[in-house]
Structure formats: C-alpha cells, structure tokens
Nanobody, 123 residues
Framework: QVQLVESGGGSVQAGGSLRLSCAASGYTINAASTAWFRQAPGQEREGVASITKFGRTTYADSVKGRFTISKDIAKNTLYLQMNSLKIEDTAMYYC?????????????????WGQGTQVTVSS
C-alpha cells in the first residue's frame, strides 16, 4: 500500500523558515511527478510546487523566490524548503504523488496523498 507521511510543520514568526518532509513508502517519488499543495480554512486547495521525474519544477506565483521543492531519491523523500514565510502561508500542507504525466499544480491529477502537516505563521 502507498503511504505518504508529512513532517516538519509547526508555528513560526513571519520572516522565518521551515522545511517540510514527505516520506514515501509503497511509491517511488521519482517514478512520476510529485507536489505540495496547501489548504487554509474556508479556501480552496491550491498547488504550491511540483517536481517531475526529471527534476523540472513548477511554483505558484505566490511562493516563487521563497520556496524550493526538492527530493532525495535514495531516501525516497520529498522536501519543501519554505523561507521568508508570510502570514498568508498559514495552511495545512499536503504532499501528493502522481502516476503518468499530471498537470503540475492540478490536484485532481494526483493519485496519492499524505495526511497533511500544519504550518502556522504569526506576526
């Protein structure tokens, strides 16, 4: 069975940094595209960043220059480095894995999902 387990969330001050991790089992993160999504209460789920099996990355405009998606193939782990955090980044963050060739930040194109990790940014 496929399991994606996020970790690294928490509460930070605006301007601070966090690194999220997504440990995969039963699924190879380099087999297809993987991504990070987030959802705040009362808002739609939105794509944050994705990376293809070839290492090509896509970012939401709101996080470009601040967030970096990467993966450690040997550890079968996906990462999201989050710098210069803003209050607007507060959300539940989910990692997701696709099969085939998904649209980079389209949630319906991803098959496997983690349980989420909470990120709270305060002033």
């Amino acid at each position: 069975q496929v399991q994606l387990v996020e970790s690294g969330g928490g509460s930070v001050q605006a301007g601070g940094s966090l690194r999220l991790s997504c440990a995969a089992s039963g699924y190879t993160i380099n087999a297809a595209s993987t991504a990070w999504f987030r959802q705040a209460p009362g808002q739609e789920r939105e794509g944050v960043a994705s990376i293809t099996k070839f290492g090509r990355t896509t970012y939401a405009d709101s996080v470009k220059g601040r967030f970096t998606i990467s993966k450690d193939i040997a550890k079968n782990t996906l990462y999201l480095q989050m710098n210069s955090l803003k209050i607007e980044d507060t959300a539940m963050y989910y990692c997701a894995g696709a099969e085939g060739w998904p649209r980079p930040l389209t949630d319906r194109d991803y098959k496997y999902w983690g349980q989420g990790t909470q990120v709270t940014v305060s002033s």
